[in-house]
């Protein structure tokens, strides 16, 4: 009777590679990667859905200036500077007190931003 108990025991698979140094069995590793793709892909989409990040610009009392959508990595497009009386602008700034300037032919979208008018006094 042992005899015939090894011949119906299916025979152990000996696991190679990643799955020989961690333990965990295969199923639970193999759920693991998927809900992970899983993750990935709704992260993707809500990217895509949101068509990119908000480039916003706050003329600290300037005309108005339009905002702009921008996907990762991109440049934002050089919008026509504003205008305020009796002072002359100076360009764009990630702060509203004007000392870290944008380059915007440099530097580059990576999340939503509103960038602030640089004045000069004339």
Do not use: H
């Amino acid at each position: 009777m042992a005899g015939q108990d090894k011949k119906n025991t299916p025979p152990q698979r000996q696991l190679r590679g990643l799955y020989s140094k961690v333990n965990i069995s295969v199923r639970s590793l193999n759920i693991i990667i998927v809900v992970l793709a899983a993750a990935l892909v709704v992260c993707m989409a809500a990217g895509v859905s949101n068509a990119g990040f908000s480039v916003r610009f706050d003329t600290v009392g300037g005309t108005t200036v339009e905002s702009q959508k921008r996907m990762y990595g991109e440049l934002i497009e050089a919008p026509d500077p504003p205008a305020r009386e009796g002072y002359v602008f100076d360009g764009w700034y990630l702060d509203q007190n004007a000392t870290r300037p944008w380059d915007l032919e440099k530097d580059v979208v990576t999340e939503s931003v509103t960038l602030y008018a640089g004045w000069r006094a004339q």
